[in-house]
């Protein structure tokens, strides 16, 4: 059925109820199946939308909140490429974590992508705050379930760079607000940027792992479960790429960052004795490529972005899913 205002399903809540739903099912084994749920219900969410879709972008799900009119789903074909291959991975992702021994870490991962969907069908900047938020705290933790001293670590210097990156965003988009009336989330005028916008720009580059506020991944990434790390490099960095691609493409600072992110982090997986870090970095190399494209800002640059994400996501979480499966004995 074409989604329209009254039946519009959100990709993101079938997530977002099992992360609510999963930790009261810790008896029984009904909470694994329950897990593969959510991506499929979002999986069939975007068939629906697809088959709504024109030229034109939809904006579903408005409500009235405080005076502000509030989009959960602006939805185009760019958010829709990105929703696709989160919802397909995260379902790849569930599969390989059937045997995980308590339902605490795929509520975890549950919360994370349902945030990041959101984030991909955010249109105004308090949409996109809130489900920012949640995938941050869903990913932090991801890092703590696995309850090693090193882990606890790892995830409080991952959330410490995550609130920074919260509030740079919340700060950003307060003072656009003020300054402009709307909460809009949309292409700015990179050739005008006043210094809120900078400010949304501070708390998206944190998100992506730009050089040199990366540091965040490349210490937690392999501190994480052999679970939390598929679902870890999957999600957050390439909902940065998005948030870049529809609100800064063509920002001629983003080419030479993301060479820096490229070359910089390649250098650093070289020597990498731990393959789970080698990844990481390797990560933050192939996300550079991205905001390089998406600096570039042509049509040209802007898909083959799009499309480098969309195989990332895939690839990427193969081998994170392989390392995990030597890490574990499986």
Same mark, same amino acid.
């Given at each position: @059925?074409?989604?329209?205002?009254?039946?519009?399903? %959100?990709?993101?809540?079938?997530?977002?109820?099992?992360?609510?739903?999963?930790?009261?099912?810790?008896?029984?084994?009904?909470?694994?199946?329950?897990?593969?749920?959510?991506?499929?219900?979002?999986?069939?969410?975007?068939?629906?939308?697809?088959?709504?879709?024109?030229?034109?972008?939809?904006?579903?799900?408005?409500?009235?909140?405080?005076? @502000?009119?509030?989009? $959960?789903? %602006?939805?185009?074909?760019?958010?829709?490429?990105?929703?696709?291959?989160?919802?397909?991975?995260?379902?790849?992702?569930?599969?390989?974590?059937?045997?995980?021994?308590?339902?605490?870490?795929?509520?975890?991962?549950?919360?994370?992508?349902?945030?990041?969907?959101?984030?991909?069908?955010?249109?105004?900047?308090?949409?996109?705050?809130?489900?920012?938020?949640?995938?941050?705290?869903?990913?932090?933790?991801? /890092?703590?379930?696995?309850?090693?001293?090193?882990? /606890?670590?790892?995830?409080?210097?991952?959330?410490?760079? %995550? /609130?920074?990156?919260?509030?740079?965003?919340?700060?950003?988009?307060?003072?656009?607000?003020?300054?402009?009336?709307?909460?809009?989330?949309?292409? &700015?005028?990179?050739?005008?940027?006043?210094?809120?916008?900078?400010?949304?720009?501070?708390?998206?580059?944190? +998100?992506?792992?730009?050089?040199?506020?990366?540091?965040?991944?490349?210490?937690?990434?392999?501190?994480?479960?052999?679970?939390?790390?598929?679902? $870890?490099?999957?999600?957050?960095?390439?909902?940065?790429?998005?948030?870049?691609?529809?609100?800064?493409?063509?920002?001629?600072?983003?080419?030479?960052?993301?060479? $820096?992110?490229?070359?910089?982090?390649?250098?650093?997986?070289?020597?990498?004795?731990?393959?789970?870090?080698?990844?990481?970095?390797?990560? /933050?190399?192939?996300?550079?490529? &991205?905001?390089?494209?998406?600096?570039?800002?042509?049509?040209?640059?802007? +898909?083959?972005?799009?499309?480098?994400?969309?195989?990332?996501?895939?690839?990427?979480?193969?081998?994170?899913?392989?390392?995990?499966?030597?890490?574990?004995?499986?």
């Amino acid at each position: @059925m074409p989604a329209d205002q009254t039946t519009f399903f %959100h990709p993101a809540l079938g997530f977002l109820l099992v992360a609510v739903v999963l930790p009261f099912l810790a008896r029984g084994q009904a909470w694994r199946w329950l897990t593969l749920a959510a991506p499929l219900a979002a999986l069939a969410s975007l068939g629906g939308l697809a088959l709504s879709m024109g030229d034109a972008p939809l904006e579903l799900g408005r409500v009235q909140w405080l005076g @502000m009119t509030l989009v $959960l789903g %602006h939805v185009d074909k760019l958010a829709m490429v990105f929703a696709a291959i989160f919802s397909l991975q995260a379902l790849i992702a569930a599969v390989y974590a059937l045997d995980v021994k308590s339902p605490g870490e795929p509520a975890a991962a549950a919360l994370h992508v349902g945030g990041c969907l959101g984030c991909l069908f955010a249109g105004d900047y308090v949409t996109l705050f809130v489900f920012w938020e949640m995938a941050s705290l869903g990913s932090t933790l991801l /890092i703590w379930l696995r309850r090693t001293d090193r882990a /606890i670590a790892a995830g409080y210097r991952y959330f410490l760079f %995550h /609130i920074l990156g919260g509030v740079l965003l919340l700060l950003g988009l307060v003072l656009r607000a003020r300054a402009t009336g709307s909460l809009a989330f949309g292409p &700015m005028d990179v050739t005008a940027l006043a210094f809120y916008d900078w400010l949304i720009l501070g708390g998206f580059a944190v +998100n992506a792992a730009v050089v040199p506020l990366h540091a965040w991944l490349s210490d937690a990434y392999p501190e994480a479960s052999a679970m939390g790390g598929v679902y $870890l490099c999957a999600f957050t960095t390439k909902t940065s790429v998005y948030v870049l691609a529809r609100a800064f493409a063509g920002l001629d600072l983003l080419v030479p960052l993301g060479a $820096l992110m490229t070359l910089y982090a390649g250098v650093y997986a070289l020597v990498q004795n731990d393959a789970r870090r080698a990844l990481a970095y390797q990560t /933050i190399a192939q996300v550079g490529f &991205m905001v390089a494209g998406v600096g570039v800002g042509t049509q040209m640059a802007i +898909n083959g972005a799009c499309a480098h994400a969309v195989a990332h996501v895939a690839y990427k979480g193969l081998m994170f899913m392989a390392v995990g499966a030597v890490l574990t004995g499986a």
